[in-house]
C-alpha cells in the first residue's frame, strides 16, 4: 500500500469524523421535512443538544447520560416547534429561527449560571466522553496487507459514528418499508389524502418531529461529548444549516442525502491538507481560495450535476382541516 | 410653610449634591476592560487578560467593569458605552479593536485608552505590541527538539499578519534546530469565528498528526482547545498559547507560548490609576519579559534538562542581539520556507 493510499484511507477517516453530525442532522431534517414541516432550526437543536450533553457529561461524568439529556432537550425543543407549526399551524421558518435564536443565547447563558466559565461548560475529561472503539479482530488483522489498513481505520471512531452509519439504512427502511414511512410520505405529498384515509396528519406530523428530536440530539451530542471536549458558544459554527443543504442536496432521500454529507465533509478534509501545499505550476494556492473550495463545489454541483430539486408537496404549508 | 418647603427643597438639593459628589468620588478611577472574540475564559488570549485585571483588583481593591464582544459591531458600542460611563481608562484585547478605537478615542480625548496587539495612533490611546515571533521561535526550537518525526505542526486562528508572525517565528526556531524538518501550517479561518471553533481546531490539528507530525503548536484563542484536545486523545504533543496552558493536559502540552497579555492590562490599570500611564507604542519581548516559554510541574518531564538549556541560551542570544528573529509583520514574508 503506497503513501498515496495512506493519505487517501486517513482523508476518508478525517472526512467520517467531520459527516457524522451532519448525517444525523440531516437525517432528522429528512423526517420533518417528509411530512412537510420545514425545520430549519435544526442548528439550535443541536446547540441545544451539544450543551445539555456538556452539561450532563460534566455533572454526572457519564457520557451516557449526557447522550440521554441532548437526547431529550432536543426532543423538548422539536416538540415546541410542533406546537408551533403542526397545532397552531404557525409559520415554519419563523419558528424554526426562534429555535436558532433562542439556543443561541439560552445555551452561554445557562452555562455562564451553572458553571461561571464565561458561557463555556468546563473541559470534559476521559471517563466523561465517549472513547474510540476498538472493533473485533482490528489488531488482528492488522498485519495484512490493504485489508488490515482499511480495516484498521473502519476500527477506532467513537459510537456515534457507528450510530450514524447505522441510521442511514434504518432510516431508508422506516421511510420505504414500513407503513409509518409510506404514511410519512404521504402526509408530506398530500396530507387530504391521508386525511381522509383517516390517519391523524396532526399525529404523524408530531412523531415525525420526535424521530427528528432523536436524531438532532444524536448529531449535538456527537459534537460536545465524542468530538469535543465540552460545549463552547456556538460550536455548532452553521454545520445545522449545512446539513439542510445536504438533505436539499439530497433531494430528500436518505442514501444522496449521505452522499451529499460525505461530500462537504471530503471538501472540508481536502482543504485542511491543501492549505499551504504547493501545486506544480501554480505555486502556494491562498488559503482563503482553499477555504472557499466546498462552497463553490456545493455551488458547482448544485447549479450542474444534480438537476431539480423536488420538494416534499405540502412543505412547509400547515395543514388545515376545513376552509 | 414656605421656609420648611424651603428647608424640604434644600434638604433634596444637599441630597442630591451628595449623591453628585459620592458619584463624582466614585468617577475618580474606573478602569474597564473589553474582551475579544472567544470569551473570557477562553484560557488562552482573553483568559490572561482577565488574570491580569483580578490581580489588579485584588491589589488595588478597586474593581473593574468588563464586557465581552460576542459579535463585530459590539465592539464600538462596547468602548463608547465604557467610555460615557465614566471610565477612566480602557483596556481593549484585541487587534480587531483598532478600528472602532480610532472613532471612540477621537469622541473622548479625555479617556485613556489602551489597546493590545493593534495601533491606534491618537495622543490619548496606548498600544501595546508583542514580539510573538521571539517567544515562538523558542517553542518552535523545543517542538524541534523534542519531535521524533522531524514534522511540526501549527494551527492559527484567524489569518491576519499577527497569527502569520506567530507560525513565522515558530518556522525560524524550527528551522534553527533542524534544517530539514517540516511544518506543515493551517489556519482555521478568515474571520473572527475562527477564534471559536475548537472542533475544527481539533480536526486541522488531526490532519496535521495524520501526516507525521508529533508536536502542533495552537495560536488560535479558543479553537486552540480542540487542538490540545486532539493530542491529547492522540497520544501526541501540543503546544498552548497566550496564557500558561500546560495544566490544561498535563503530560500532553509540550510548553507554552506565554504573552504577557495579564502584565499589560494590570499595568495600565496600574499606571492610570497612579497617573504614570502614557500613550504611544510599547513593544515588547524577550528583553522586557513581556514573552516567554513556560516551564512548570506539568511539562518539567517532558522537557530534558539539555533541551532546556539550549532553548534558554537562545533566548540569551536574542536579548542580546546575537540572533534575530524576523517579525513577519515588517515585510509581509518570512525568512523560512
Given at each position: 500500500?503506497?503513501?498515496?493510499?495512506?493519505?487517501?484511507?486517513?482523508?476518508?477517516?478525517?472526512?467520517?469524523?467531520?459527516?457524522?453530525?451532519?448525517?444525523?442532522?440531516?437525517?432528522?431534517?429528512?423526517?420533518?421535512?417528509r411530512?412537510?414541516?420545514?425545520?430549519?432550526?435544526?442548528?439550535?437543536?443541536?446547540?441545544?443538544?451539544?450543551?445539555?450533553?456538556?452539561?450532563?457529561?460534566?455533572?454526572?461524568?457519564?457520557?451516557?447520560?449526557?447522550?440521554?439529556?441532548?437526547?431529550?432537550?432536543?426532543?423538548?425543543?422539536?416538540?415546541?416547534?410542533?406546537?408551533?407549526?403542526?397545532?397552531?399551524?404557525?409559520?415554519?421558518?419563523?419558528?424554526?429561527?426562534?429555535?436558532?435564536?433562542?439556543?443561541?443565547?439560552?445555551?452561554?447563558?445557562?452555562?455562564?449560571?451553572?458553571?461561571?466559565?464565561?458561557?463555556?461548560?468546563?473541559?470534559?475529561?476521559?471517563?466523561?466522553?465517549?472513547?474510540?472503539?476498538?472493533?473485533?479482530?482490528?489488531?488482528?488483522?492488522?498485519?495484512?496487507?490493504?485489508?488490515?489498513?482499511?480495516?484498521?481505520?473502519?476500527?477506532?471512531?467513537?459510537?456515534?459514528?457507528?450510530?450514524?452509519?447505522?441510521?442511514?439504512p434504518l432510516v431508508a427502511f422506516v421511510l420505504y418499508r414500513t407503513r409509518f414511512g409510506l404514511?410519512l410520505r404521504?402526509?408530506?405529498?398530500?396530507?387530504?389524502?391521508?386525511?381522509?384515509?383517516?390517519?391523524?396528519?396532526?399525529?404523524?406530523?408530531?412523531?415525525?418531529?420526535?424521530?427528528?428530536?432523536?436524531?438532532?440530539?444524536?448529531?449535538?451530542?456527537?459534537?460536545?461529548?465524542?468530538?469535543?471536549?465540552?460545549?463552547?458558544?456556538?460550536?455548532?459554527?452553521?454545520?445545522?444549516?449545512?446539513?439542510?443543504?445536504?438533505?436539499?442536496?439530497?433531494?430528500?432521500r436518505p442514501l444522496?442525502?449521505?452522499?451529499?454529507?460525505?461530500?462537504?465533509?471530503?471538501?472540508?478534509?481536502?482543504?485542511?491538507?491543501?492549505?499551504?501545499?504547493?501545486?506544480?505550476?501554480?505555486?502556494?494556492?491562498?488559503?482563503?481560495?482553499?477555504?472557499?473550495?466546498?462552497?463553490?463545489?456545493?455551488?458547482?454541483?448544485?447549479?450542474?450535476?444534480?438537476?431539480?430539486?423536488?420538494?416534499?408537496?405540502?412543505?412547509?404549508?400547515?395543514?388545515?382541516?376545513?376552509? | 410653610?414656605?421656609?420648611?418647603?424651603?428647608?424640604?427643597?434644600?434638604?433634596?438639593?444637599?441630597?442630591?449634591?451628595?449623591?453628585?459628589?459620592?458619584?463624582?468620588?466614585?468617577?475618580?478611577?474606573?478602569?474597564?476592560?473589553?474582551?475579544?472574540?472567544?470569551?473570557?475564559?477562553?484560557?488562552?488570549?482573553?483568559?490572561?487578560?482577565?488574570?491580569?485585571?483580578?490581580?489588579?483588583?485584588?491589589?488595588?481593591?478597586?474593581?473593574?467593569?468588563?464586557?465581552?464582544?460576542?459579535?463585530?459591531?459590539?465592539?464600538?458600542?462596547?468602548?463608547?458605552?465604557?467610555?460615557?460611563?465614566?471610565?477612566?481608562?480602557?483596556?481593549?484585547?484585541?487587534?480587531?479593536?483598532?478600528?472602532?478605537?480610532?472613532?471612540?478615542?477621537?469622541?473622548?480625548?479625555?479617556?485613556?485608552?489602551?489597546?493590545?496587539?493593534?495601533?491606534?495612533?491618537?495622543?490619548?490611546?496606548?498600544?501595546?505590541?508583542?514580539?510573538?515571533?521571539?517567544?515562538?521561535?523558542?517553542?518552535?526550537?523545543?517542538?524541534?527538539?523534542?519531535?521524533?518525526?522531524?514534522?511540526?505542526?501549527?494551527?492559527?486562528?484567524?489569518?491576519?499578519?499577527?497569527?502569520?508572525?506567530?507560525?513565522?517565528?515558530?518556522?525560524?526556531?524550527?528551522?534553527?534546530?533542524?534544517?530539514?524538518?517540516?511544518?506543515?501550517?493551517?489556519?482555521?479561518?478568515?474571520?473572527?469565528?475562527?477564534?471559536?471553533?475548537?472542533?475544527?481546531?481539533?480536526?486541522?490539528?488531526?490532519?496535521?498528526?495524520?501526516?507525521?507530525?508529533?508536536?502542533?503548536?495552537?495560536?488560535?484563542?479558543?479553537?486552540?482547545?480542540?487542538?490540545?484536545?486532539?493530542?491529547?486523545?492522540?497520544?501526541?504533543?501540543?503546544?498552548?498559547?497566550?496564557?500558561?496552558?500546560?495544566?490544561?493536559?498535563?503530560?500532553?502540552?509540550?510548553?507554552?507560548?506565554?504573552?504577557?497579555?495579564?502584565?499589560?492590562?494590570?499595568?495600565?490599570?496600574?499606571?492610570?490609576?497612579?497617573?504614570?500611564?502614557?500613550?504611544?507604542?510599547?513593544?515588547?519581548?524577550?528583553?522586557?519579559?513581556?514573552?516567554?516559554?513556560?516551564?512548570?510541574?506539568?511539562?518539567?518531564?517532558?522537557?530534558?534538562?539539555?533541551?532546556?538549556?539550549?532553548?534558554?541560551?537562545?533566548?540569551?542570544?536574542?536579548?542580546?542581539?546575537?540572533?534575530?528573529?524576523?517579525?513577519?509583520?515588517?515585510?509581509?514574508?518570512?525568512?523560512?520556507?
Amino acid at each position: 500500500m503506497g503513501e498515496n493510499g495512506v493519505l487517501l484511507l486517513l482523508m476518508i477517516d478525517a472526512t467520517v469524523r467531520v459527516a457524522t453530525p451532519l448525517v444525523l442532522a440531516a437525517l432528522a431534517g429528512l423526517f420533518a421535512e417528509r411530512s412537510g414541516v420545514v425545520d430549519i432550526g435544526l442548528e439550535g437543536k443541536m446547540l441545544g443538544a451539544s450543551f445539555a450533553a456538556a452539561a450532563v457529561a460534566t455533572v454526572t461524568g457519564s457520557p451516557w447520560l449526557g447522550l440521554v439529556a441532548a437526547v431529550l432537550v432536543s426532543m423538548a425543543l422539536s416538540m415546541v416547534h410542533a406546537v408551533a407549526c403542526v397545532t397552531y399551524n404557525g409559520n415554519q421558518v419563523v419558528s424554526g429561527m426562534a429555535l436558532n435564536i433562542l439556543m443561541a443565547g439560552l445555551a452561554p447563558t445557562l452555562a455562564f449560571a451553572w458553571f461561571s466559565q464565561g458561557g463555556q461548560t468546563p473541559m470534559l475529561g476521559p471517563g466523561a466522553r465517549f472513547a474510540p472503539i476498538v472493533l473485533p479482530f482490528a489488531e488482528a488483522l492488522a498485519p495484512v496487507p490493504v485489508l488490515g489498513a482499511i480495516y484498521g481505520r473502519i476500527s477506532g471512531h467513537n459510537v456515534l459514528v457507528y450510530i450514524a452509519a447505522l441510521s442511514v439504512p434504518l432510516v431508508a427502511f422506516v421511510l420505504y418499508r414500513t407503513r409509518f414511512g409510506l404514511r410519512l410520505r404521504a402526509v408530506g405529498e398530500n396530507p387530504q389524502a391521508v386525511d381522509t384515509a383517516g390517519i391523524s396528519v396532526a399525529g404523524l406530523r408530531y412523531r415525525a418531529l420526535l424521530c427528528n428530536g432523536v436524531l438532532c440530539g444524536l448529531s449535538g451530542a456527537y459534537l460536545s461529548i465524542a468530538h469535543g471536549a465540552g460545549f463552547v458558544r456556538d460550536m455548532t459554527a452553521g454545520k445545522g444549516y449545512l446539513a439542510l443543504a445536504a438533505l436539499i442536496f439530497g433531494k430528500w432521500r436518505p442514501l444522496p442525502t449521505l452522499l451529499a454529507c460525505l461530500l462537504f465533509a471530503f471538501t472540508d478534509a481536502l482543504q485542511a491538507r491543501l492549505q499551504g501545499a504547493v501545486l506544480p505550476g501554480l505555486g502556494a494556492i491562498p488559503v482563503q481560495a482553499i477555504q472557499a473550495l466546498p462552497y463553490v463545489l456545493t455551488v458547482l454541483l448544485l447549479a450542474g450535476f444534480v438537476g431539480k430539486a423536488m420538494a416534499p408537496k405540502a412543505i412547509g404549508i400547515p395543514y388545515v382541516k376545513e376552509r | 410653610m414656605i421656609t420648611r418647603r424651603q428647608g424640604a427643597l434644600a434638604a433634596v438639593a444637599a441630597a442630591c449634591m451628595m449623591v453628585l459628589g459620592a458619584g463624582a468620588q466614585a468617577q475618580e478611577f474606573v478602569p474597564a476592560l473589553v474582551f475579544d472574540m472567544g470569551g473570557k475564559f477562553d484560557k488562552s488570549f482573553n483568559e490572561a487578560a482577565y488574570s491580569g485585571a483580578q490581580k489588579f483588583k485584588k491589589d488595588s481593591g478597586v474593581d473593574y467593569r468588563e464586557f465581552e464582544v460576542t459579535n463585530e459591531t459590539q465592539r464600538e458600542q462596547a468602548l463608547r458605552n465604557m467610555a460615557r460611563r465614566g471610565a477612566t481608562v480602557v483596556v481593549a484585547i484585541g487587534f480587531a479593536h483598532a478600528t472602532p478605537l480610532q472613532v471612540v478615542a477621537k469622541e473622548f480625548p479625555n479617556v485613556k485608552f489602551t489597546i493590545i496587539d493593534g495601533v491606534v495612533d491618537l495622543p490619548n490611546v496606548q498600544s501595546v505590541l508583542f514580539k510573538e515571533q521571539e517567544g515562538s521561535y523558542l517553542v518552535g526550537m523545543l517542538a524541534a527538539l523534542t519531535s521524533k518525526t522531524g514534522k511540526v505542526g501549527f494551527v492559527g486562528g484567524m489569518d491576519i499578519p499577527l497569527i502569520r508572525a506567530f507560525a513565522c517565528g515558530y518556522r525560524q526556531g524550527v528551522v534553527a534546530v533542524n534544517p530539514k524538518a517540516e511544518v506543515f501550517e493551517n489556519m482555521t479561518g478568515t474571520t473572527p469565528a475562527a477564534w471559536n471553533d475548537p472542533t475544527k481546531g481539533g480536526e486541522l490539528a488531526r490532519s496535521q498528526f495524520d501526516r507525521g507530525a508529533d508536536i502542533v503548536y495552537a495560536a488560535a484563542g479558543a479553537t486552540g482547545l480542540g487542538v490540545l484536545q486532539a493530542a491529547k486523545d492522540l497520544g501526541k504533543l501540543s503546544i498552548g498559547v497566550d496564557s500558561n496552558q500546560n495544566h490544561l493536559h498535563p503530560g500532553s502540552v509540550l510548553t507554552s507560548m506565554v504573552k504577557g497579555v495579564d502584565v499589560a492590562v494590570y499595568n495600565a490599570f496600574k499606571d492610570a490609576k497612579a497617573g504614570t500611564w502614557k500613550g504611544g507604542i510599547q513593544n515588547l519581548g524577550l528583553a522586557e519579559k513581556a514573552v516567554g516559554w513556560a516551564l512548570d510541574d506539568n511539562n518539567r518531564k517532558l522537557v530534558s534538562a539539555e533541551n532546556e538549556k539550549k532553548v534558554n541560551d537562545a533566548m540569551a542570544d536574542i536579548v542580546s542581539g546575537k540572533v534575530k528573529v524576523v517579525d513577519y509583520r515588517a515585510g509581509n514574508s518570512c525568512p523560512a520556507k
